[in-house]
């Protein structure tokens, strides 16, 4: 049965609500999807409670955000308490973070030439994980640039002029702190991060899986994942990475799924470790 385990909301930078999600995953045929939000758990009460009556299952997820002075590294955690006091602390500060990084981007723009109104901003995000992506809708709806392609690699991408780098959160922090509240943490789309090298200092931090499967990889990619997964003996992921139908990519729920059988190992090393 298929499964997708890389799913943003509007709780982050999607565009559909936790209820819409689950109702087009199930109209797609899915059986199993995790909620992956930027930075918040926010999205999943619902995301489950919408799950459980349309016989979906919904698997308690979130992707943090961390850097470090090479690449963005975004780590996933499965599985973990969303009322872990700890990690919901730790999130109010990186969410209030991203809210203040959002003041300084808009900053950044105007000594560009380039006015926006971070109202304009939060009016889209609702002060729910606001990043990047909210910034560049502004910019499109504002004809400063013509797409999120643009918006992106003129401003908004790492090395881009009006970049402002998030709350300071190491991958191996993050890491801990999906363990410590009880998840199973995963490197995101390694390949974007292009950090390989890096892979064993996160197993040693904790790490138990690599997001081999992904929308746009290439086959080649994906082998290569594959192996590094056998040799470190790690789990095996894979998502769509879907925002909505409405992000910039043409993709839909359904569209790039997993088979059940790497989701029933994840479910085995979550059930193992309780
Ligand atoms: P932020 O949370 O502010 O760091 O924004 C990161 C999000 O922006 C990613 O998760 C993607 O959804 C999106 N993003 C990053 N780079 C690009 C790009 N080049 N084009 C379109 N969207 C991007
Ligand atoms: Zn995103
Ligand atoms: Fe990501
Ligand atoms: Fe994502």
Known sequence: MPADLHIH???SDGTDSPEEVVKLAAAAG????ALTDHDTVGGIDPAWEAGSRLGLEVIPGIEFTTENPRAEIHILGYFLDRQDPE?????ANIQQGRIDRIYKIVEKLQGLGVTIDTEDVFAISGRRSPGRPHVARVLIQQGAVAN???AFSRYLDFRAPAYVPHYRLLPTEAVQLVKKAGGIPVF???AVSNCDDLIPELIAAGLRGLEVYYFGYYADQIQHYLELARKYDLLV???SDYHGCDAGRDLKLG???????LVEKLRNEHLRGN
């Open 255 to 261: 569209d790039f799924t997993i088979a059940d059988e």
């Open 30 to 33: 899915l059986t199993t999807i």
């Open 9 to 11: 909301s509007n709780f």
């Open 148 to 150: 999120f392609r643009e």
């Open 87 to 91: 990690l919901l602390a730790i999130l």
């Open 188 to 190: 995101a789309h390694p």
């Open 237 to 239: 992921t894979g998502g």
